[in-house]
């Protein structure tokens, strides 16, 4: 494991985008250069200190959905070696696993959610509506709850500091057209099942997870971003699962528990984290890449 990084500096090449988590750099006109650091996003503020190993597992988790997922829809990935985009050894050794190169895509204003269970702001809007983003569910569901099948939750992509809204289907289609947010609708329920089903192989059930597309010139859609990571998903050891309660995670749900319980309004700056609470998230990251991805 290399040495926890912040923020990405490299030289020569153009910084387009830094994100709450990714540093992205543009290579030419057709490949950008993405940096996955340590840092963390909790109720989309990015906190002030890195999660050792966090944007390497990341990256690697990333790499085999993509791989798994590819016979379902084209991701940004290409078969480019980092040594030509990045040729300085040293600057390499910093980024680690952290950087690929990628093809440059227009990413859609979307974040596509499929939940398979009732937590988080799904299980608030349930309580309150008795449904989730608008969708109808049974009465009498608790927390943590499987549902009686998966369903597409989409929000919208904020900036960094603003926070994702939730939005119904009809909204995505008004957005950007009704054929192409049904393809990412069912899409995106078609990856979860089945990386649900893998998961569930190795000891973890995905309670939801988001996906981001991209557009490219001839209006492909491709899988972009990451994919059914701990950042971007619940991860729950099936052997603790139990209904009524919030189950243990290997996820970022671990540090977002902890900011519950402080006197936060959740708006930047983010509050200074614990060393404990820095080493176990570390350590459940690094977790559900050894349960997903094998020793």
Not at 235 to 243: I, L, T, V
Request: hydrophobic share 40%; proline share 8%.
């Amino acid at each position: 494991m290399t040495d926890a990084l912040f923020e990405s500096q490299l030289d020569g090449l153009e910084l387009v985008n830094r994100g709450k988590v990714r540093d992205i750099y543009a290579l030419d006109d057709a490949h950008l250069l993405i940096v996955t650091s340590d840092r963390l996003s909790a109720f989309d503020v990015v906190l002030p200190q890195p999660i050792p190993g966090k944007g390497e597992v990341l990256t690697r988790v990333s790499n085999f959905w993509f791989q798994r997922t590819g016979q379902l829809v084209p991701n940004h990935l290409v078969a480019r070696p980092l040594e030509q985009a990045v040729p300085d050894p040293e600057a390499r050794a910093i980024l680690g696993d952290r950087a690929i190169v990628v093809r440059r895509l227009h990413p859609l204003p979307v974040e596509a959610i499929a939940r398979g269970y009732l937590i988080g702001s799904g299980w608030k809007d349930y309580q309150r509506s008795g449904g989730v983003c608008g969708i109808p569910l049974p009465a009498g569901l608790r927390q943590a709850d499987r549902l009686p099948e998966p369903i597409f939750t989409p929000s919208t992509k904020a900036a960094v500091g603003d926070h994702d809204e939730n939005v119904s289907f009809a909204h995505i289609a008004d957005l950007i057209g009704a054929e192409l947010a049904g393809r990412i609708r069912d899409l995106t329920l078609r990856i979860y099942a089945e990386a649900a089903d893998y998961a569930l192989t190795r000891g973890i059930i995905i309670a939801d997870t988001k996906f981001e597309f991209g557009l490219d010139d001839d209006g492909t859609l491709h899988l972009i971003d990451e994919a059914l990571t701990p950042d971007s998903s619940r991860f729950w050891p099936a052997d603790q699962y139990q209904p009524g309660q919030s189950p243990p995670s290997f996820d970022k749900q671990f540090v977002r528990d902890y900011l519950e319980t402080l006197d936060w309004d959740k708006t930047p700056p983010g509050p200074t984290l614990p060393d404990d609470i820095i080493t176990r998230t570390a350590e459940k990251y690094a977790e559900a890449e050894r349960r997903l991805l094998g020793d």
